[in-house]
């Protein structure tokens, strides 16, 4: 057995002799099972390369889908802040509600204690294929969402009971000045400031809001004109009393549309800005007067 072999023969042409060639049929065996195994292997290597080059594909993707679901979580993140500060506006517009209501002393413990912490329940099955930053960004957005809902249910509950309250309070609330007498800027607020006439340190009963000479002064709410006319360094001067002992004054007036006894609607113009008067420019000096007492009247402004 290990003498056998195979005997090829070459006939290059009729003329030519015949070559003959013994080959051991252990030779051609071998050569064949390795030929056999290069074929395997080459057929392995390429199924495994398109393999691999299917899964790169399948990477991109995911990397793809990842960065989108990143951008949607940052959005998402982002829309939780706004309402984190909507919900802040909500509660200084409540707060304002409440002193015009006179129920600025009812507080909810929630308020004041204050409310936070962490959800132990996994938030999702794939949060362990996100990085640590999307972990901790996740985490956050629970908490705010709890957080965000607990406020919305303490304002909810809030909001009814002054809903209830003022429902039987229409007059007083119309007769409370809640809006802006005029569009234009504050440049100077209620409390103590150095004098721009002076320089000494002096009680400013108001608000000052500087605007156009001629801008509409519009009654921030229903009541009756008690006082139109001059009034010292005050220049042109019209009062309204809103009943419940609030009455407002409005000074540097350039002209006044209304006459003393005349009722009038909120949004309704009494008067014309101006610069009568002691003033640096034109400009509206606004007044609140509760009991006659000077208030500060950015306590009853809601818009």
Not at 98 to 108: E, F, I, K, S, T
Not at 234 to 247: E, T
Not at 258 to 266: E, L, M
Request: glycine share 10%; aromatic share 8%.
């Amino acid at each position: 057995m290990r003498n056998k072999k195979y005997t090829v023969m070459i006939v290059p042409d009729e003329t030519t002799k015949v070559r003959r060639y013994h080959v051991p049929k252990v030779l051609v065996r071998s050569l064949l099972g390795i030929a056999v195994v290069v074929i395997l292997s080459t057929g392995y290597i390429l199924a495994d390369y398109f393999n691999v080059k299917q899964m790169v594909g399948e990477m991109e993707r995911l990397r793809l889908e990842a960065r989108q679901q990143k951008q949607q979580l940052l959005a998402f993140s982002k829309s939780i802040d706004d309402l984190q500060s909507e919900m802040t506006r909500l509660r200084h517009f409540d707060t304002k509600l409440r002193v015009m209501a006179d129920l600025d002393g009812v507080v909810y413990p929630e308020q004041v204690m204050g409310i936070g912490g962490e959800d132990s329940e996994p938030f999702n099955p794939m949060e362990s294929e996100l990085s640590f930053q999307d972990q901790g960004l996740i985490n956050s957005m629970k908490t705010g969402i709890a957080r965000l809902q607990t406020e919305a249910d303490i304002q909810e509950r809030s909001f009814q009971e002054l809903v209830e309250y003022l429902e039987d309070q229409k007059s007083l609330l119309a007769s409370t000045p809640s809006i802006w007498p005029a569009k234009g800027w504050k440049t100077s607020g209620f409390g103590y400031r150095t004098s721009p006439f002076t320089g000494r340190r002096e009680m400013h009963k108001g608000v000052d809001v500087a605007t156009r000479t001629g801008t509409a002064i519009i009654a921030p709410a229903d009541g009756l004109v008690l006082f139109t006319g001059r009034e010292g360094g005050f220049g042109n001067v019209v009062v309204i009393d809103h009943g419940y002992g609030i009455i407002t004054k409005y000074a540097h007036c350039s002209t006044m549309e209304v006459k003393v006894g005349q009722k009038v609607d909120r949004g309704e113009i009494i008067a014309r800005v101006g610069n009568t008067g002691r003033s640096t420019g034109p400009h509206l000096h606004y007044e609140v007067a509760v009991n006659g007492v000077p208030v500060n009247p950015m306590r009853y402004i809601l818009n």
